[in-house]
């Protein structure tokens, strides 16, 4: 049975989502760095999201970029779910007040063609099973107050997911060697985060053969059509209404979002 603990913080991240209020971190209603516990309260968001109707339809990993690790005082990656009401269309618009605390990173997403079981996968193993490939932004959120958290918090709450967006192109695994692209995001005109795809673990492949190997141990292994977010290129930025990014990856193109400003409903 899951603890006490497990309910009140899935209560918790819940209720800051629903109210549109960051509530403390959660952290300290389990033992230093449990996160078993954290992914446990996981389960419990994405069976809340299931529940709700919305569907499963991939996966992110989160904390691949050391840089991204620097900002947030942690030191291994981390996992979380894809729902379907977490899609924006590239050159869409995130709506005002749909995100308590939004930041922005680029990186590349895939879309698996096979079932990926195996529990020691390899980076082989993904290339093998990757449908196409596409330049993507994902919007991380908090649910906790201030963005203060370790890992255990982000893994909670649910990675510190928000919304993503996949760019239109979709090429072939074959066309792009992911770890030799290179990452530029734009705010308007202004460059605010760069990188490669050797930022993201190494390899982006490395970063989705950990997620497949961990998942497929927990008995949840990735599956055809999955959308697998390797994880960011370069830094997360901040972002504020009326905010417009635009980011280029070498080999894969462009994806582009804009934020409405404050009072839009759009």
Same mark, same amino acid.
């Given at each position: 049975?899951?603890?006490?603990?497990?309910?009140?913080?899935?209560?918790?991240?819940?209720?800051?989502?629903?109210?549109?209020?960051?509530?403390?971190?959660?952290?300290?209603?389990?033992?230093?760095?449990?996160?078993?516990?954290?992914?446990?309260?996981?389960?419990?968001?994405?069976?809340?999201?299931?529940?709700?109707?919305?569907?499963?339809?991939?996966?992110?990993?989160?904390?691949?970029?050391?840089?991204?690790?620097?900002?947030?005082?942690?030191?291994?990656?981390?996992?979380?779910?894809?729902?379907?009401?977490?899609?924006?269309?590239?050159?869409?618009?995130?709506?005002?007040?749909?995100?308590?605390?939004?930041?922005?990173?680029?990186?590349?997403?895939?879309? @698996?063609?096979?079932?990926?079981? *195996? $529990? &020691? /996968?390899?980076?082989?193993?993904?290339? !093998? #099973?990757?449908?196409?490939? +596409?330049?993507?932004?994902?919007?991380?959120?908090?649910?906790?107050?201030?963005?203060?958290?370790?890992?255990?918090?982000?893994?909670?709450?649910?990675?510190?997911?928000?919304?993503?967006?996949?760019?239109?192109?979709?090429?072939?695994?074959?066309?792009?060697?992911?770890?030799?692209?290179?990452?530029?995001?734009?705010?308007?005109?202004? @460059?605010?985060?760069?990188?490669? *795809? $050797? &930022? /993201?673990?190494?390899?982006?492949?490395? !970063? #989705?053969?950990?997620?497949? +190997?961990?998942?497929?141990?927990?008995?949840?292994?990735?599956?055809?059509?999955?959308?697998?977010?390797?994880?960011?290129?370069?830094?997360?930025?901040?972002?504020?209404?009326?905010?417009?990014?635009?980011?280029?990856?070498?080999?894969?193109?462009?994806?582009?979002?804009?934020?409405?400003?404050?009072?839009?409903?759009?």
């Amino acid at each position: 049975m899951m603890s006490t603990a497990v309910h009140k913080a899935a209560e918790l991240l819940a209720t800051a989502a629903d109210t549109g209020t960051p509530c403390p971190p959660v952290r300290d209603l389990f033992a230093d760095g449990d996160i078993d516990a954290a992914y446990a309260v996981q389960r419990l968001h994405a069976e809340r999201e299931l529940a709700a109707g919305h569907r499963l339809i991939g996966r992110k990993i989160g904390l691949t970029s050391p840089a991204v690790q620097r900002q947030l005082g942690v030191d291994q990656p981390d996992f979380g779910a894809l729902f379907s009401t977490m899609a924006l269309a590239d050159d869409g618009s995130v709506p005002a007040g749909r995100l308590l605390q939004p930041k922005i990173e680029a990186e590349i997403a895939l879309v @698996l063609g096979a079932d990926l079981t *195996g $529990r &020691d /996968c390899t980076p082989a193993d993904v290339r !093998a #099973a990757t449908a196409s490939v +596409s330049p993507a932004l994902e919007i991380v959120d908090s649910r906790i107050a201030d963005w203060d958290i370790t890992i255990v918090d982000t893994v909670a709450d649910n990675a510190s997911s928000g919304l993503f967006v996949l760019g239109d192109a979709r090429v072939s695994i074959g066309d792009v060697e992911p770890a030799a692209v290179e990452m530029r995001l734009y705010r308007g005109a202004e @460059l605010v985060s760069e990188g490669s *795809g $050797r &930022d /993201c673990l190494g390899d982006p492949l490395n !970063a #989705a053969a950990w997620l497949a +190997s961990t998942l497929a141990r927990r008995g949840e292994p990735l599956r055809a059509g999955d959308v697998v977010l390797t994880g960011a290129l370069g830094p997360m930025v901040p972002a504020v209404a009326g905010d417009v990014f635009t980011a280029r990856i070498s080999d894969l193109g462009s994806v582009r979002i804009s934020f409405a400003p404050d009072g839009s409903a759009s």
